[in-house]
């Protein structure tokens, strides 16, 4: 191969671009959708991860979705370190032209345009003929070369087009001028075996094929979409499409996390490079689950509680004489610390921005004032602050920026004498409001305060608590998921206190219902 590509110049054989596509194919599926403020903090995450494409959303979905791939243009899109930044669009003249309007301004950008290839879809959905698909393709990828010089076209559901079929739609795409093709395996049925042979099938017959960057977007309905990823890399592909904790339609995509550490681990059949800084994917990995309120399962690879756990007694012995004997990769090199002493109330403002330093953040001063009093008040009340309530407190804080309504504090009675009682104040659009509600219990009497002062009818589907660290001053770690019109939101709060923890994971909750009322769902991908 011999690949000179518009972002990334003269390729070398052995170089993997990590494609993410949390912000869009993640952030797509049900209860995983995010608003502005935590869409940037993502996307800041990702790039300091060392991701090479960021694709931040598909521009003409909805007005919120085109102002999201914008402001990514226009934050991250400008910094030195930036990826290249990448709207999806159809193949179709209005997607293409909101996508390239959305990314202007980023100093690096990407059209990706997707139309399906397979019979169904083109018969079913599309109802275009196979030469219509090719003339469509060819007519959005000349457009698109207009507006970008980097260009990805996608074959949806390639794993199951007719491959001779696959091979004419691939070769007119990359005549047009697309600089990536990517063959998506759309709905996780294939095979590694599949794959490979449809990678190699492309490479063997297309003129041109080697001299662009082959990609591999892998779903995983079998649980199938890593090993497909690294088959397809043994085959060829050179640019991986991924998402943070495997999120994405149905049951997920292929996990970054997993695909990095499974290339870096078994260097010795994989010998690939790629420019993902692994010490930080647990950070990311929290931040997303944060962010949306889905943690992984414990027995996640790489990022889940117990992915470097040991249990059993035999295992705890050999791991103790020599990680080696149950460890494949060591925990630090995932971003996994032991819990850490860090600060104590007694901590001024310079340590506590080292600490946020070293934790991998770098968030403005007036975020960092209020992270500062919050961390403060933290330290007041409970014994040991660990990295992990550091981490809590700044998500939550960073979480909270641009809300309309904001938590500002609560007064609780309760007890097993008499009904609880909840004085409550809020700021909703920068003005304080007071409300005080009785309820079957203190959280539900805090819920009742809060709807009288911000009226809704979004219905309470899910509530729960975890603990951010152990012991009994550990910070509450609270989720509540909303529910109005089919619309579902999650929101998450932490706290000391378990009540004010709900109620800041109710507001947030709330917030997220406020932007999901602006927006309509993404339009089926037909053209
Ligand atoms: O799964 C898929 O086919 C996609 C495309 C839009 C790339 O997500
Ligand atoms: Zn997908």
Not at 12 to 29: A, H, K, P, V, Y
Not at 306 to 313: D, P, Q, R, S, V
Not at 396 to 416: I, T
Request: hydrophobic residues 40%; charged residues 25%.
């Amino acid at each position: 191969m011999n690949i000179i590509h518009p972002s990334f110049g003269k390729l070398d054989d052995n170089r993997i671009i990590i494609f993410d596509t949390t912000l869009r194919d993640g952030e797509q599926s049900p209860g995983f959708s995010m608003n502005l403020a935590e869409k940037i903090r993502m996307a800041e995450a990702l790039t300091e991860l060392g991701i090479d494409v960021m694709e931040a959303g598909f521009a003409i979905a909805s007005p919120g979705d085109f102002e999201s791939v914008k402001a990514i243009a226009e934050s991250v899109g400008q910094r030195d370190d930036t990826p290249v930044i990448a709207s999806l669009a159809r193949a179709g003249q209005m997607d293409v032209l909101r996508a390239a309007e959305a990314l202007k301004s980023a100093k690096r950008r990407r059209i990706h345009i997707v139309i399906a290839t397979s019979e169904l879809h083109m018969k079913v959905k599309l109802r275009l003929t196979p030469e219509e698909v090719i003339q469509a393709t060819v007519d959005s990828v000349t457009l698109a070369r207009q507006h970008a010089d980097d260009v990805e076209w996608s074959a949806e559901d390639a794993t199951r087009s007719d491959q001779d079929f696959l091979c004419r739609v691939v070769e007119a795409a990359i005549r047009a001028g697309a600089t990536t093709i990517n063959l998506p395996d759309t709905v996780g049925y294939a095979m590694p075996d599949d794959i490979a042979a449809m990678y190699r099938n492309i490479l063997e017959r297309v003129p041109g094929a080697d001299q662009i960057v082959l990609s591999t977007h892998n779903h995983n309905d079998l649980g199938m979409g890593v090993a497909n990823t690294l088959a397809a890399i043994r085959a060829g592909a050179r640019q991986v499409e991924s998402t943070i904790n495997g999120i994405g339609e149905r049951a997920g995509n292929a996990s970054l996390e997993e695909v990095v550490m499974a290339i870096r681990t078994r260097h010795d059949v994989m010998p690939f490079s790629n420019n993902i800084k692994t010490t930080s994917l647990l950070r990311v990995s929290k931040l997303l689950s944060t962010i949306t309120g889905f943690d992984v399962q414990p027995n996640k690879a790489i990022v889940g509680r117990n992915a470097f756990a040991h249990e059993a007694g035999i295992h705890q012995d050999g791991v103790l004489k020599d990680a080696a004997t149950y460890e494949i990769m060591t925990p630090e090199s995932v971003g996994w610390q032991k819990n850490s002493l860090v600060l104590g109330k007694h901590s001024g403002r310079a340590a506590f921005r080292d600490k946020l330093n070293t934790l991998g953040y770098s968030i403005g001063d007036n975020q960092l004032n209020d992270a500062f009093r919050r961390f403060k008040d933290l330290a007041d009340r409970k014994k040991i602050v660990y990295d992990e309530d550091i981490v809590a407190l700044v998500d939550d804080e960073v979480m909270r920026d641009h809300e309309r309504v904001r938590f500002v504090s609560l007064d609780l009675h309760a007890g097993s004498k008499a009904p609880p009682q909840a004085e409550l104040e809020l700021e909703v659009d920068g003005v304080v409001h007071k409300a005080s509600s009785s309820g079957d219990g203190p959280v539900d009497a805090t819920f009742a305060a809060i709807r009288k002062i911000f009226p809704h009818e979004a219905n309470l589907v899910l509530f729960s608590v975890g603990a951010v660290t152990e012991g009994t001053d550990a910070q509450a770690k609270t989720t509540v998921r909303l529910e109005e019109k089919g619309k579902m939101v999650d929101g998450q709060g932490a706290d000391t206190d378990t009540i004010v923890a709900s109620a800041r994971a109710y507001v947030h909750a709330l917030n997220k219902l406020l932007v999901k009322r602006d927006r309509t769902e993404p339009a089926a991908l037909s053209a």
